[in-house]
């Protein structure tokens, strides 16, 4: 079940808990936290399959098991390789003024084929406009549910 509670300790702030009986404090926390995890993720799954659907030449997939792996390896690739790649290309994007960025974004979406197989990516102007769309579309989905913190920003 879940509640929203207004906590003098936080200085009034909404927190959002998931409430199991007999279990609270630190866990109820945690598992909140994984229900955003997990809601986060789905919604990365939406907005991919929502690309998919205007870009259907470019960005093609044979089933939906390979559409959700293709949300987890895009989730994996950005949050772990994207981190080292943006570092070691930093110069190159101070002289393009951000614009590598985009290209990056780009080319890590064109190597998801090559990790999950049944998912597939032509190179084109939809593989490098397809990140950004998915991003614009998570931010719009993600902007109802409440942060790690619990606020509600509605």
Sequence with gaps: MLYRAASKATGGSLDL???TPGVGGIVGELEGF????????????????IVVQIFPHEI???TIGALV????????VNSLVR?????LTAPLNCLT?????LVLNGLLFLATPYIVPH???KPGLGAFVAPILMGIISAVLGYFIPDDKGDDRR
Aim: hydrophobic share 65%; net charge positive.
């Design 34 to 49: 994984v229900l955003t995890w997990i809601l986060r993720w789905i919604i990365s799954g939406v907005a991919l399959a």
């Design 17 to 19: 808990f998931i409430v």
């Design 69 to 76: 792996m293709a949300t987890i390896a895009i989730g994996l």
């Design 60 to 62: 093609s997939y044979d």
């Design 119 to 121: 998912f597939h990516v």
């Design 83 to 87: 981190p080292v790649l943006r570092f």
């Design 97 to 101: 003024l951000g614009l590598f960025g």
